[in-house]
């Protein structure tokens, strides 16, 4: 049956086009010139996956680097069979890309009452500012980032837009100074890489996070790990085409579920709430059944498998899944525990369906009771992020 009408869709996956200013109006003097400025590149340029694009693109000058954008980042109202890779202009996306008051109009066309936005220019965990030598400059970026985020783009809106921030990455004691600052000003998550190592920092069963963690579970924030945003994406063979890239994708949130079932993160820090942000939920099942199959067979004879807890137990009490097209996962929701699905809508990204983000919900939870419907789309989601309806 269609989702009744007081069924509000809240999304926990967007993305947003940092506007041209955010840097420039933000950073410390002494970081301006160094830090992110969006201008019009006077040659060809390459972009992160070598692709080149003309003269007359535009790119963020970023320490000495100039760095583009594809307009797939901003391709929302466009159709599949007219979309083309080629450089993003921000004349040319639409303004719900990068403006709070144009993204509440697009959320309204699309059904969407609430969302959760990662970032674009950054990286989707920040990463973007990992690689920086220089650690002022990276910290002073992240702060002015989550800055826009909680005093701008939340702001406007506060019951339409829950607050997500970014970390500076290379420093944990950092890390844990930013959390408590942000967490102060009313920040309800934190994106997190779905995999620590191809940046060059500890994996996720090194202790030196711990303090992260702890501080984490004290701010009751939402740890949130989006697909691709270490920016190793899964490629079997080296001629891979794209395409194998895209199907495989989902995978490398399956590699995230497993890293922190079988780390120690969540028997020490119970408090840590992990979503698999753009991971999808047909493979879900499949992981657990398989994991605790690992643990039934080698728990008392291996010293990293804990010897009580199963993995799925773990899962069902830290970990949420998130849903954008996958019609399998719905059928198998009962396996994957209802209270621990989430609903995206990807705006403004090629996987997105607006304006039908709504419209397509009601198609694949047409056979859904309407009680787990509506905990899949709104009530799992304001309970997980601390985001009540406030009217």
């Known amino acids: 049956m269609p989702l009744q009408a007081h069924m509000q869709y809240v999304s926990v996956d967007d993305h947003l086009l940092e506007p041209p200013d955010l840097w420039t109006s933000r950073l410390p003097a002494r970081f301006r010139e160094r830090g992110p400025n969006l201008v019009e590149c006077t040659e060809p340029l390459a972009d992160d996956f070598g692709k080149v694009f003309p003269a007359g693109s535009e790119a963020w000058s970023f320490d000495g680097l100039l760095i583009t954008q594809t307009a797939g980042m901003g391709i929302a109202g466009i159709a599949p069979e007219d979309r083309r890779r080629g450089p993003l202009h921000y004349a040319s996306v639409r303004p719900g890309c990068y403006s709070i008051k144009d993204r509440i109009a697009d959320m309204d066309l699309d059904g969407?009452?609430?969302?959760?936005?990662?970032?674009?220019?950054?990286?989707?965990?920040?990463?973007?500012?990992?690689?920086?030598?220089?650690?002022?400059?990276?910290?002073?970026?992240?702060?002015?980032?989550?800055?826009?985020?909680?005093?701008?783009?939340?702001?406007?809106?506060?019951?339409?837009q829950i607050p997500m921030v970014l970390m500076p990455l290379g420093d944990v004691a950092a890390c844990v100074a930013e959390l408590e600052r942000t967490a102060a000003k009313g920040a309800r998550a934190v994106s997190f890489p779905e995999n620590t190592v191809p940046l060059g920092l500890p994996s996720i069963f090194d202790h030196s996070w711990d303090p992260f963690w702890a501080a984490v579970q004290d701010m009751q924030l939402v740890v949130c790990t989006h697909i691709g945003s270490s920016g190793d994406t899964p490629k079997p063979t080296p001629d891979s085409p794209q395409s194998v890239t895209s199907f495989l994708m989902p995978t490398s949130s399956w590699t995230t579920l497993v890293t922190f079932l079988m780390s120690h993160v969540f028997h020490e820090?119970?408090?840590?709430?992990?979503?698999?942000?753009?991971?999808?939920?047909?493979?879900?099942?499949?992981?657990?059944e398989r994991a605790d199959y690992v643990w039934q067979q080698h728990r008392h004879d291996r010293t990293d498998l804990h010897h009580t807890v199963r993995p799925s137990d773990l899962y069902r009490s830290n970990v949420f899944g998130c849903l954008l097209d996958d019609t399998v996962g719905i059928e198998m929701r009962h396996r994957i525990g209802v209270d621990h699905i989430l609903f995206e809508s990807d705006y403004p990204h090629a996987d997105s369906k607006w304006p039908r983000s709504r419209a397509y919900a009601e198609k694949i939870l047409a056979d859904v009771p309407d009680d787990e419907a509506h905990r899949m789309i709104e009530r799992n989601a304001r309970a997980l992020f601390r985001f009540p309806r406030t009217s």
């Open 112 to 160: 969407v009452q609430a969302q959760l936005c990662f970032p674009t220019f950054a990286r989707f965990a920040g990463t973007r500012f990992v690689r920086t030598a220089d650690r002022a400059l990276a910290l002073a970026c992240v702060q002015a980032y989550n800055d826009f985020v909680l005093d701008e783009w939340c702001a406007y809106a506060p019951d339409r």
């Open 269 to 288: 820090f119970p408090g840590v709430k992990l979503a698999l942000s753009e991971g999808g939920l047909g493979w879900i099942p499949a992981a657990l």
